[in-house]
Nanobody, 117 residues
Framework: QVRLVESGGGLVQAGGSLGLSCAAS????????MGWYRQAPGKQRELVAT???????NYADSVKGRFTISRDNAKNTVYLQMHSLKPEDTAVYYC???????????WGQGTQVTVSS
């Protein structure tokens, strides 16, 4: 059974930095896409960043230039480095791994990121 284990997150002041990691345990084919999403209270879950198997990245406009996503294919792990954090970055952050063939889509349990002003 595949399980995603997230770590990192916590409380930081505005302008600070945090790092998240998410490791997939279990036997899986290499994900086509690995990514991070977030959900703030009262809002829908939104994409933060994704990275393809070849390293191509995609970021939400709100985090471009501040966040960096990376992956370690050997460890089936995805990372998110967050800099210049803002109070509006406060949310529960979820990692996701996805593959088309064979098809799977897994989510982490979520980790809280709180940015104080």
């Amino acid at each position: 059974q595949v399980r995603l284990v997230e770590s990192g997150g916590g409380l930081v002041q505005a302008g600070g930095s945090l790092g998240l990691s998410c490791a997939a345990s279990g036997s899986i084919f290499r994900p086509n896409s690995m990514g991070w999403y977030r959900q703030a209270p009262g809002k829908q879950r939104e994409l933060v960043a994704t990275i393809g198997s070849g390293g191509r990245t995609n970021y939400a406009d709100s985090v471009k230039g501040r966040f960096t996503i990376s992956r370690d294919n050997a460890k089936n792990t995805v990372y998110l480095q967050m800099h210049s954090l803002k109070p509006e970055d406060t949310a529960v952050y979820y990692c996701n791994i996805h593959r088309t063939v064979p098809s799977y889509d897994y989510w982490g349990q979520g980790t809280q990121v709180t940015v104080s002003s």
